[in-house]
Every structure is written in C-alpha cells, then in structure tokens.
C-alpha cells in the first residue's frame, strides 16, 4: 500500500489485489464508510463536490479509480465480476466493517454486483443515474456515448452528444469535455455486456437509495418506478431536478445530501 496527499487532505492509497490489479483510491474523512464509483470511461474525480460534502458530514469516503485511470492498472476486465473484486478488495484494505457504495451509471451495476457476491461488505447501494433494464441501451445512445468522450471529433459535435446523453436542458456540457478515457470504456462497455444484467438487478437484497434524474434519455422515472416495485420498500426513489445522466456533475449538493441523510439513516448511533 502507497500513500501520498494533496491540498485537500484527500489520501492517495494504492490497494494491491493480489497479481490482478493495483487500485488507487482518493480517500477522505473519517466515520462510516461510503464508497463512491464513477460512471462508464470516466473516473473517480467527477465526485469532488460530492466526497468533500459526505467527508464533511462526518464519514470516510473512498474512491477507487478504475483500472486504466491514475495509478490504478491491471489486466482488462473480463466481466462486472472484476469490476466488483476490485472495489471488494478495496473495502478490506480498510479493516473492517460495512459500506454504503454508491454508483454512478455504469458504477451502480457495479455497485448491485458487489452488494451481490459480497453482502458481508456493503450495508446499501445507491444507484444514481441507473439504467436498470435487462436489456442494454440501444445503439444510437451508445453511439452518443463514443462521441462524447472522443476528443478527436469537433467540439460541436461533441456537445451535441453530450446535450442528448448526459446533460438536461439548460445545463452546460462543456465541463465534460474532459475527463474521459475512452480505453476504460470499451473495456468496461465489454465487461458489462458479458454480464448477464439478472446477476446484479436485485443488488443482494440490499436497502437501496435510487437517485433518479428528472431528465435521462438512458435511465428513466418509469425504470425507477418499475424497480421499486418490483424489489419492494427496500428501495427509496427520489427524483434529482433538473438533471440527466451527468447528474453526480449537475446537481452535486443535492445528490451530496440525499446521500448524506439516507447515510445516517445506516448508521443512526454515529450521528
């Protein structure tokens, strides 16, 4: 394990797992643990706003990069099921207990995989900006998606996707010009579809807080609404305004908070 800091106090921890992977995970706060994992071919950074709010509001809050960004590497994925060990491996490394593990996007399959094969780790998930569907999404969004995060193409036609993909109307996409890695996400694009999407639908039965965005053309209110029925009072909805898929990017104080409250429901003797 490697450690080093920055102007935030944010801990910069490598976590060997095994000869697989090493991982780095952004790490800050103390308290109870809360996981943050970032949406497909983007990394740990796109939750700044949000770690510095949970941190401050009295937990431990860890970021592990995915395979391929920062110090973390390893060999491809070759399913959702390395994706979880990683973040599985992760938690131990911090000696003890459970974890609340939100994901965005792509990390909220993660995030019900590892809730899944590993429940002795998480206490809840939270899903942000989920496509929860058993089937994946279609080609003219994946497409949206490519051109989004290639910086070979013209802004404008970048913008435009990522008007369409992730931003709500009225909101500015030009912040996530930047910020992606296009390697990560086709080797995670090709690990999620070797995955049945049943293996992970349910998250282990776990309580699950569903930050749904008011305005995604991937994850829709009437998803949400289907999983929660379908899984029960388990699952709370709430709706995030004024958002589409980049919601961790356009609504960050509220999802901090939604978080934040629901983290405290966990760990009531803590507060």
């Not at 995670?188 to 579809?193: L, V």
């Not at 070797?194 to 829709?220: C, F, V």
């Amino acid at each position: 394990m490697q450690r080093s800091g920055d102007h935030r106090s944010i801990e910069r921890t490598v976590v060997a797992r095994d000869s697989v992977a090493a991982i780095e995970v952004l790490s800050e706060g103390t308290g109870p643990l809360v996981v943050m994992l970032p949406s497909l071919g983007r990394g740990a950074g796109d939750f700044d706003p949000i770690a510095e709010r949970v941190a401050g509001a009295g937990f431990r809050v860890l970021r592990p990069q995915p395979r391929g960004i920062g110090q973390s590497h390893g060999c491809a994925y070759r399913d959702l099921e390395d994706c979880a060990g990683d973040v599985a491996a992760v938690i131990e490394a911090e000696g003890g207990g459970t974890a609340f593990v939100a994901g965005h996007a792509f990390g909220n399959r993660v995030s019900r995989l590892l809730a899944t094969d590993r429940p002795e780790l998480v206490a809840a998930v939270s899903l942000i900006a989920a496509n929860v569907g058993h089937a994946p999404s279609p080609p003219h969004v994946r497409a949206a998606i490519r051109n989004s995060a290639n910086a070979e193409l013209p802004d404008e036609i970048r913008i435009e996707a990522l008007r369409f993909a992730f931003f709500a109307p009225g909101n500015d996409p030009t912040s996530w010009l930047d910020g992606w890695y296009p390697h990560v996400l086709a080797v995670q694009r090709t690990a999620g579809d070797r995955t049945s999407r049943t293996r992970d639908y349910a998250g282990g039965g776990k309580p699950i807080l569903y930050l749904q965005p008011d305005h995604d053309p991937l994850a829709h209110v009437e998803d949400a609404e289907i999983y929660c029925r379908e899984n029960g009072p388990r699952v709370t909805v709430r709706i995030v305004p004024n958002a589409s898929h980049a919601a961790v990017t356009e609504q960050p104080a509220f999802i901090a908070a939604a978080l934040i409250a629901y983290a405290r429901g966990i760990w009531p003797a803590e507060r």
